[in-house]
């Protein structure tokens, strides 16, 4: 029989860094900026030791500092991560199995064997064997139920979930607890009196429709009843975007120094851009206002290209979209590749 697995490795980032500091495993760690809880950065990942502390990802390290005073903090590292990805994967690709993959810490793998258990088994192994790092897989018959299999595989364990535990397992939970849904879509769902999966699996297609569009509506219904895609591809995965920003340890309130800073940001992107080998075709501002508001703007450049002055043009016209009388504590440029160009790649 042919079976999805998801494979997540457990708390990634932050056990890559516990792998290269191993005194400092059973401690809170908290990987994150510069590893200064006193400037302004966020936490990319968190030990499970800090995460006892309410610590979570995306959080200011400052706040980090105050529920979890005694961790240790860490700068971030991605040319490592990378590297501890690239391993993993290629462990994996070892055995009978299409990979794809997500991620730096998580992949599909495709695979036909009456033992899907013991496949996983040997997935874990094979990844413990070559990095020492953790990780927990979910067994499913589509992608949608192997990747909520691996949350109640983890950390470190196995878990299958298919058509045939579905509702005994699904049934009673919120909406968001399936994949694709967050709180904003959660929320509308809750107005229309849909709470669980099982209300969503039995929702009206044309109130959905109504409300989410023709076209996610019906696949909002078809999560409900655990249906996504089965086909696992080998394909590389493709970036869709490159993006680059600062958070500031003092508050920006000069126009002229927040578009300084974006032609700044912009030149790393080009960089990054021409370093990717493919033209981008649209161009985000990303502006955090005092104390936490975050805004996005972005525009469609006239023709995909990679010339740093053309996404520089672009990012400053992004910019002005912004009314610019609050102070600034973060700026971010992102370039988003043609979509043609993903299409052809996978």
Same mark, same amino acid.
């Given at each position: 029989?042919?079976?999805?697995?998801?494979?997540?490795?457990?708390?990634?980032?932050?056990?890559?860094?516990?792998?290269?500091?191993?005194?400092?495993?059973?401690?809170?760690?908290?990987?994150?900026?510069?590893?200064?809880?006193?400037?302004?950065?966020?936490?990319?990942?968190?030990?499970?030791?800090?995460?006892?502390?309410?610590?979570?990802?995306?959080?200011?390290?400052?706040?980090?500092?105050?529920?979890?005073?005694?961790?240790?903090?860490?700068?971030?590292?991605?040319?490592?991560?990378?590297?501890?990805?690239?391993?993993?994967?290629?462990?994996?690709?070892?055995?009978?199995?299409?990979?794809?993959?997500?991620?730096?810490?998580?992949?599909?793998?495709?695979a036909e064997? #009456? &033992?899907?258990? $013991? =496949? !996983?088994?040997?997935?874990?192994?094979? %990844?413990?064997? +070559?990095?020492?790092?953790?990780?927990? @897989?979910?067994?499913?018959?589509?992608?949608?139920?192997?990747?909520?299999?691996?949350?109640f595989g983890?950390?470190?364990?196995?878990?299958?979930?298919?058509?045939?535990?579905?509702?005994?397992?699904?049934?009673?939970?919120?909406?968001?607890?399936?994949?694709?849904?967050?709180?904003?879509?959660a929320k509308?769902?809750?107005?229309?009196?849909?709470?669980?999966?099982?209300?969503?699996?039995?929702?009206?297609?044309?109130?959905?429709?109504?409300?989410?569009?023709?076209?996610?509506?019906?696949?909002?219904?078809?999560?409900?009843?655990?249906?996504?895609?089965?086909?696992?591809?080998?394909?590389?995965?493709?970036?869709?975007?490159?993006?680059?920003?600062?958070?500031?340890?003092?508050?920006?309130?000069?126009?002229?120094?927040?578009? #300084? &800073?974006?032609? $700044? =940001? !912009?030149?790393?992107?080009?960089?990054? %851009?021409?370093? +990717?080998?493919?033209?981008?075709?649209? @161009?985000?501002?990303?502006?955090?206002?005092?104390?936490?508001?975050?805004?996005?703007?972005?525009?469609?450049?006239?023709?995909?290209?990679?010339?740093?002055?053309?996404?520089?043009?672009?990012?400053?016209?992004?910019?002005?979209?912004?009314?610019?009388?609050?102070?600034?504590?973060?700026?971010?440029?992102?370039?988003?590749?043609?979509?043609?160009?993903?299409?052809?790649?996978?």
């Amino acid at each position: 029989m042919k079976w999805v697995l998801h494979v997540d490795l457990d708390q990634f980032i932050a056990a890559v860094e516990i792998a290269r500091h191993p005194e400092l495993r059973g401690k809170p760690v908290v990987v994150g900026g510069n590893g200064d809880p006193t400037e302004r950065a966020v936490v990319a990942t968190a030990s499970y030791e800090a995460r006892e502390f309410g610590v979570q990802s995306g959080m200011p390290l400052r706040i980090a500092a105050k529920r979890c005073p005694d961790a240790v903090f860490l700068p971030s590292d991605p040319d490592a991560y990378l590297e501890v990805s690239a391993r993993v994967m290629a462990a994996v690709r070892e055995l009978p199995v299409v990979v794809e993959v997500l991620g730096w810490d998580e992949a599909f793998v495709g695979a036909e064997t #009456a &033992e899907p258990e $013991a =496949l !996983a088994a040997a997935i874990k192994e094979a %990844v413990a064997r +070559e990095t020492g790092l953790s990780c927990a @897989v979910g067994i499913g018959d589509n992608k949608l139920r192997a990747k909520l299999a691996t949350g109640f595989g983890k950390p470190g364990g196995i878990y299958r979930l298919t058509q045939e535990n579905w509702w005994e397992v699904m049934a009673a939970r919120p909406t968001d607890a399936l994949w694709g849904i967050g709180g904003k879509t959660a929320k509308k769902l809750a107005e229309l009196g849909i709470t669980t999966v099982l209300d969503l699996a039995g929702a009206d297609p044309a109130e959905l429709a109504a409300r989410f569009g023709p076209k996610t509506g019906p696949w909002l219904r078809l999560l409900g009843g655990g249906i996504s895609d089965a086909e696992v591809s080998a394909t590389p995965w493709v970036a869709r975007s490159r993006s680059r920003e600062t958070t500031f340890q003092r508050d920006l309130t000069d126009p002229a120094e927040m578009a #300084a &800073e974006v032609t $700044a =940001l !912009a030149e790393r992107v080009a960089q990054d %851009v021409l370093d +990717e080998g493919r033209p981008a075709a649209r @161009v985000a501002v990303k502006v955090r206002f005092v104390p936490f508001l975050t805004h996005t703007h972005s525009i469609t450049l006239p023709e995909p290209t990679s010339d740093a002055g053309e996404l520089d043009r672009a990012a400053q016209e992004v910019l002005g979209m912004f009314e610019l009388t609050r102070a600034v504590r973060l700026l971010g440029v992102r370039a988003e590749f043609a979509r043609e160009d993903q299409d052809a790649s996978g």
